[in-house]
């Protein structure tokens, strides 16, 4: 029966753990429709890699007693396709600095899992030493992965605006680390429980911040729309004082504020009142 529901549990957490793998194809989707990164920070996508590919290793039979922690094999196995893809949609997008960024973020990540894989290989010979190895670096790894939204946590602080940290990321961690946490006590194996420790309160504090700010518009948004309002000022004073500059500016406004028909007209009606004179 406890082996039934343990079971139970792996299954859930592997379907929760895939949807919040699966989450920022919404973000990258926006990503590809505008050919840009805009805001987004690529770092969780990094950590997330590093941490399936650690776990993938920590579950196969290399490291883990046979197949004993075959649930994570699969899961992260899944993870390491969609990380990758997540990362090579950001660095395709990325500006060349962004470009420079990433690469010199993922060169070493997968430099240093390749150094423990070796390490743990031909280092130690027996699975208990394997897995302390291991399971350490992944333990250090989720721990980082679970806390990397502190960085979008704090621009939604910041804006009062929940754009840049989509609602289904947050919920599927949440899922994913109550699930693993649960799953990982009833094996009695700290780093498949561990990082759950930290993630849950940590996904917990993201569904806050989107009941408090779902509803806000972003302030990028605002200034945008503030700073084309101060131009059409200028441009109108410009016009009023009839220089030799109003052609041309009167012109570069009545392009910009075309959508507004009010001053549309009224640049319109000082043009006639100059052709007069």
Request: charged content about 15%.
């Amino acid at each position: 029966m406890a082996q039934t529901f343990r079971m139970a549990i792996a299954i859930l957490g592997n379907a929760a753990s895939v949807s919040l793998y699966a989450a920022p194809m919404v973000t990258f989707k926006r990503v590809i429709r505008k050919k840009s990164t805009e805001e987004f920070s690529c770092l969780p996508y990094i950590i997330g890699l590093l941490n399936c590919l650690l776990f993938t290793w920590y579950g196969l039979p290399i490291v883990s007693n046979k197949w004993e922690n075959f649930p994570l094999v699969t899961v992260n196995g899944v993870g390491i396709v969609l990380e990758l893809a997540y990362v090579l949609i950001y660095f395709w997008y990325a500006s060349s600095k962004g470009k420079l960024k990433v690469a010199l973020t993922t060169i070493p990540v997968i430099v240093l899992f390749c150094i423990i894989a070796v390490v743990s290989t031909f280092a130690f010979h027996d699975n208990k030493h394997r897995k302390l190895l291991v399971g350490s670096f992944g333990l250090g790894v989720s721990v980082a992965m679970y806390a990397s939204p502190l960085v979008a946590m704090k621009k939604v602080i910041k804006s009062k605006s929940v754009e840049f940290m989509p609602l289904p990321l947050s919920l599927c961690s949440f899922l994913a680390g109550s699930l693993w946490m649960t799953y990982g006590l009833m094996i009695r194996d700290i780093f498949v429980a561990g990082p759950s420790v930290v993630g849950v309160p940590l996904a917990i504090l993201q569904l806050v911040l989107h009941c408090k700010y779902w509803k806000r518009k972003p302030s990028s948004e605002e200034e945008p729309n503030k700073l084309n309002m101060e131009k059409g000022d200028v441009v109108m004073s410009v016009v009023e004082e009839g220089s030799e500059m109003v052609d041309l500016e009167t012109g570069e406004a009545e392009m910009k504020m075309s959508n507004d028909p009010v001053s549309k007209i009224n640049i319109t009606t000082t043009n006639q009142q100059q052709q007069q004179h």
